[in-house]
């Protein structure tokens, strides 16, 4: 069994005196409504100061390292939820009552819990679903590319505009989306979801669906098969081709949006195509190539040895095709889904483009294959906290001029369970090692690759009981460089020690959860700053010192005792 991973303690020299404010009300219901009023207003009546408490702007990576700042330069956490809805139309709406609704209330309700980022799925064939079945001749035939004419515009931007209305209708509560081509084993044609059907070649082998559960597709030679052609882009469709103007059209409507975070380009990849010697490695040769285009040396970390993408890629890759018509947003290239642990990484130019974070998702084995919950909570945990400090250590590897200490670090799965045990350890966890995260799932939609077990909300609008260590007190922006951040589960104490910066003109923000304090209130120390949140309030704000010092946040739960 692993000891639950500690951040460092820092020792902080304090003043005589802290500065204190109460928040208590007399029902948790009217408690709830008091923090939950900042985050349900509109963006219109909010005050210049309200306005900055939220993280707001396109967010950047820095050459911090592991953390997003935003426009004002504060170090930003990313706390969300994942809403994809995988059958057609393969989109989610904005209108209340439907079986893909992400509306009005749904933003309310994910803001009030203090979460500031939705992984909205798109889905490639919602946007080309072009025509005809799998393994057409004209499109699986092996050979160069020719345009298979699949491709539809207005089909493809009715389809893009409905994303938008959902980015908006979440923007008007200030919270990120991170547009995420999502894919589960390929295609529907596999009863998953992700690529149109006439994308699906199979290579002679008959489609079939492996029984048991959907993940054990993954191992169907079809649908090996129809990821190998995708990545060696060897048949004459062009898949890359048309799969990167598929992104080109999102990234043309979504250039200009304040509150897109960034582009992830393909769901939990699989990029076992068949170069020999290379297949299911972390970034993978197949999805470096897919990345970083044909132009780009693929080099082994730590070697100058050049690697040879498959004769079919594309000269330019996935990431410079974004980052040539959204020059502001960020890309979140995931790691392969096959990575072999401790097996050599390769990097393409993904690393050398800048604005780029290191994404992966983290679950593990040791679940029911019905409901996807654990069969051993702490076995779990510890499963998962392993791949958490094992991609942040691998992340400074990808370090470029653009990015010297390596690209930022967002764990954009993770969780897909009602167990609120094992949730506690993994926001536990994932705070000790300074990972921005988005939970594994809002609502489950009917999801075709996934359970009821994993939605954070049920369709009757109750909450799993993940809900509370989920939406645990948090820092959310910090005007400086933080040195500790925790949340003690078990006391309700939270402390924030952060160096600040005294160019940063915008306050430091914490979350504070009702599920932590609406039965007793909450009281607020602080150090070396300027608090100026009212009692009570949703987010604690603390303003910066006019020099270079330390500064300390403490909230506890109960009434405030003056002198301490």
């Known amino acids: 069994m692993l000891h639950r991973l500690l951040a460092p303690l820092v020792v902080v020299a304090l003043g005589a005196s802290l500065l204190g404010a109460c928040g208590s009300s007399n029902s948790a219901q009217k408690e709830i409504q008091q923090f939950s009023s900042l985050r349900t207003a509109g963006v219109e009546k909010l005050t210049n100061l309200e306005k900055n408490t939220y993280v707001n702007g396109p967010l950047s990576t820095t050459n911090t390292g592991a953390f997003l700042t935003d426009k004002f330069g504060r170090t930003v956490s990313l706390h969300g939820v994942n809403a994809v809805y995988k059958l057609a139309p393969y989109t989610l709406t904005v209108t209340p009552g439907q079986p893909n609704s992400l509306a009005q209330a749904d933003a309310v309700r994910i803001s009030s819990l203090g979460f500031n980022v939705v992984r909205v799925g798109i889905i490639w064939a919602g946007i080309e679903p072009g025509h005809g079945g ?43 989306a991170l547009l995420d081509m999502h894919q589960d084993i390929w295609s529907s044609v596999f009863s998953g979801e992700g690529a149109p059907a006439w994308a699906t070649c199979t290579s002679g082998n008959p489609i079939t669906i492996s029984p048991g559960r959907w993940s054990n597709n993954y191992s169907n ?189 967002m764990m954009t799965e993770f969780g897909a369970t009602s167990s609120a045990a094992l949730a506690a350890l993994e926001v536990l966890d994932a705070s000790s090692v300074g990972l921005s995260w988005a939970w594994w799932a809002w609502r489950y939609y009917n999801d075709p690759t996934g359970s009821s077990a994993e939605a954070l909300i049920s369709n009757q609008n109750t909450y799993s009981d993940v809900v509370a260590p989920l939406t645990q007190t948090h820092a959310v922006a910090v005007a400086g ?72 946040v403490r909230i506890e739960p109960g009434h405030c005792v003056k002198g301490i």
């Open 221 to 409: 030679p079809a649908v090996v098969a129809s990821f190998n052609n995708f990545f060696d882009n060897s048949v004459q469709g062009g898949l890359q081709q048309n799969y990167q103007r598929s992104w080109a059209a999102v990234a043309e409507r979504f250039k200009s949006n304040p509150w897109v975070v960034g582009y992830d380009p393909i769901n939990e990849p699989l990029a076992l195509q068949s170069v020999d010697g290379y297949q299911g490695r972390d970034y993978s040769l197949g999805l470096s190539c897919l990345y970083g285009g044909a132009a780009e040396a693929q080099q082994e970390i730590n070697s100058t040895v050049a690697l040879t993408c498959p004769t079919g890629v594309p000269t330019e890759g996935l990431l410079q095709v974004l980052s040539a018509i959204d020059t502001t947003h960020l890309l979140f290239p995931e790691i392969d889904n096959a990575s072999d642990q401790g097996q050599t990484l390769f990097l393409a130019s993904p690393g050398k483009l800048g604005r780029i974070v290191y994404n992966f998702h983290d679950y593990c084995s040791q679940r029911s294959g019905q409901t996807g919950n654990p069969t051993n909570v702490q076995a779990c945990a510890d499963m998962v906290l392993v791949q958490m400090i094992r991609q942040e250590q691998l992340r400074p590897l990808y370090a470029t001029p653009e990015q010297p200490n390596g690209p930022a670090i």
């Open 134 to 176: 799998p393994n057409q001749p004209s499109v699986c035939n092996p050979g160069p590319y020719v345009d298979p004419g699949m491709w539809n515009q207005k089909v493809a931007e009715a389809y893009i505009a409905q994303v938008q209305k959902v980015v908006n209708e979440l923007g008007q509560r200030h919270i990120y």
């Open 481 to 552: 460089n933080v040195l500790t951040s925790q949340f003690a589960q078990a006391t309700g104490n939270f402390s924030l020690v952060y160096s600040a910066d005294p160019n940063i003109h915008a306050p430091t923000t914490v979350y504070v959860s009702p599920y932590d304090y609406q039965k007793t209130g909450y009281c607020v120390y602080v150090n070396g700053g300027t608090l100026t949140s009212k009692p009570g309030a949703a987010y604690v704000t603390v303003d910066n010192p006019t020099t270079h010092s330390t500064v300390l």
